[in-house]
Structures are given as C-alpha cells and as structure tokens.
C-alpha cells in the first residue's frame, strides 16, 4: 500500500494550504488515517487523526485552524490548513492504517510534502 501527498508550498502568515493524501495497492479497509510533522531538529508531531467513522483528534497547536476529513470511496485523507502561522513551517507527512484484501494488517506512510509559513 503507497500514500501519495500533495498540495504543500510556501504561503504568507495567515494564508490557507490545503493538503491531500491518496493510498493505492490492495487495500479491503483503512482504519485510521492521519497527518503528522517535522520541523527542522524536532520530533516528528501529531497533528491530526481521523478513524474509519469520522472521529477526529488535533494537536492543541492546530485545532480551530485544521480541520481534517476523509473521502473513503477515494481512500483521501485531507487537510484543510487555515491561518497560517511560521511556527507550522514542517514536512508533513500522511499516514494511514488498514488491512489488505488478503486479510494482512498494514501501516504507511506518505513521502512528505513541505509546508513553508512566511512572516
């Protein structure tokens, strides 16, 4: 199973970015889907999960500005990013949880996309 992200760039403080992640492989079901960060010299970070049925958990950085969603016909996860601030500035990386269509449990993860917030 391979996630493809898109949609990352540089943008002003204050600015929206919208980022996509499509899996593709065989997959039967994906449970959780999620986006997380990595700042330069810091720890990959939660940003936002989402489960097969919509429920979602934030970081306390990003909620009221992040909202996070799913298509499960397209196997997408997205994630609507608005006021921007500098201290977003990461890679961010999709990842994701399911089985496969031979009743194999996976994990994956997305190649990153770079998110730039200028001040």
């Known amino acids: 199973v391979q996630l493809q992200a898109s949609g990352g760039g540089l943008v002003q403080a204050g600015g929206s970015l919208r980022l996509s992640c499509t899996a593709s492989g065989s997959i039967f079901r994906f449970n959780a889907m999620g986006w997380r960060r990595q700042a330069p010299g810091k720890q990959r970070e939660l940003v936002a999960d989402?489960?097969?049925?919509?429920?979602?958990n934030y970081a306390a950085s990003v909620k009221g500005r992040f909202t996070i969603s799913r298509d499960n016909a397209k196997n997408t996860v997205y994630l609507q990013m608005n006021n921007l601030k500098p201290d977003d500035t990461a890679v961010y990386y999709c990842?994701?949880?399911?089985?496969?269509?031979?009743?194999?449990?996976?994990?994956?993860w997305g190649q990153g996309t770079q998110v730039t917030v200028s001040s």
């Open positions: 989402i489960t097969a049925g919509g429920s979602t």
């Open positions: 990842n994701g949880e399911g089985k496969t269509i031979w009743g194999k449990d996976f994990g994956s």
